[in-house]
């Protein structure tokens, strides 16, 4: 089969193994798939030289199964942690913080930039039939956006920022909302503004906003400087939520942190079915709107190049058509 291969930083395009499919899991056919800003930042050292087959964002149609033919056919896409599930952080509900994680596209497990994926059964996540393949690439990242709201319970009283209108901010900004606190995003790019506006949503320019005028505050920029942009604009004993990860080292000084009481909270993967029920509702985000380019797998270098360019949004990889 074909797939995008990542090492030393460079991407190509390769004939690798057909996948075999354990018991227990599933082999997929993949659809479509998204580029994200964890996966180029494989390419800059993320997890320290990465090398192998990324992405783990896509929506694919369940090729084989061997012990759960009610999913063969179905149209799937699929949680990124493969967890043990014998290690005491699985046996306490933490099962994507298990000791031996795989985590697809990104740790141990070839990602969904090929043909076709395993995954566990376990990690399936049926598409209703009203999301779109476009919309579906988007589960993951938009369950991420709602961990949030779990994180942080908040009210039409919690003034919140998201900084950063990349992908990844958008969509934070989007889930703040509709959880109903008052959001403000700060961000680079003016076009993005009516999208947001539409949503209630309000908007600054980088480096914009009171300081310490916020009670939850999101950084969402993916870049180093984002902490310090972030920490100017939450209130003492608010709350900063980290959601970037970059491979570059970050500078941070935690004076302010520990002068205003302030709660840091990491915040990293999400509840599909409940991204999966947003996406099928009828205030369904215009996740469509964030898509600025779509390219056939044996383009993948350039699809690449293309998603690295500052400013840009979702890159979509088909493995289905011919470039």
């Not at 009210?155 to 606190?181: C, E, I, N, P």
Request: with cysteine; aromatic share 6%; charged share 15%.
């Amino acid at each position: 089969m074909q797939a995008a291969w990542l090492e030393n930083g460079q991407v190509s395009v390769l004939d690798l193994p057909f996948p075999e499919v354990a018991p227990g899991w599933a082999l997929v056919r993949v659809t479509l798939a998204g580029l994200c800003g964890t996966d180029l930042e494989l390419a800059r050292g993320y997890k320290g030289g990465f090398a192998g087959v990324p992405g783990h964002e896509f929506v694919g149609v369940v090729a084989a199964v061997p012990t759960a033919p009610g999913w063969l056919g179905r149209r799937v896409t699929g949680t990124i942690t493969i967890a043990c599930g014998a290690c005491d952080l699985c046996r306490a509900g933490l099962p994507g913080h298990c000791r031996e994680r795989r985590v697809l596209g990104l740790l141990g497990h070839p990602g969904a930039l090929a043909e076709y994926v395993t995954l566990p059964v376990a990690n399936l996540h049926a598409v209703p039939e009203n999301v779109s393949d476009v919309a579906a690439v988007f589960t993951e990242p938009l369950a991420a956006a709602l961990r949030i709201t779990e994180h942080v319970p908040m009210t039409s009283q919690t003034r919140a920022a998201v900084v950063g209108d990349g992908k990844l901010g958008l969509l934070a900004a989007w889930a703040l909302a509709r959880a109903g606190a008052a959001v403000t995003l700060v961000g680079r790019h003016p076009e993005r503004v009516a999208w947001c506006m539409a949503m209630g949503i309000g908007c600054l320019p980088a480096g914009g906003g009171e300081p310490r005028a916020f009670d939850l505050v999101v950084e969402a920029t993916g870049t180093p400087d984002g902490w310090q942009a972030a920490l100017r604009l939450t209130r003492p004993r608010g709350t900063l939520v980290l959601k970037s990860t970059t491979a570059a080292p970050v500078e941070l000084n935690l004076a302010p942190v520990v002068v205003d009481e302030i709660t840091v909270v990491g915040s990293r993967c999400g509840p599909f079915p409940a991204a999966l029920a947003w996406l099928a509702a009828a205030d369904a985000p215009p996740v469509a709107r964030l898509v600025a380019a779509e390219y056939p797998l044996e383009r993948a270098p350039e699809a690449w190049d293309h998603a690295a360019r500052p400013g840009t949004l979702k890159v979509l990889i088909n493995p289905s058509v011919a470039g």
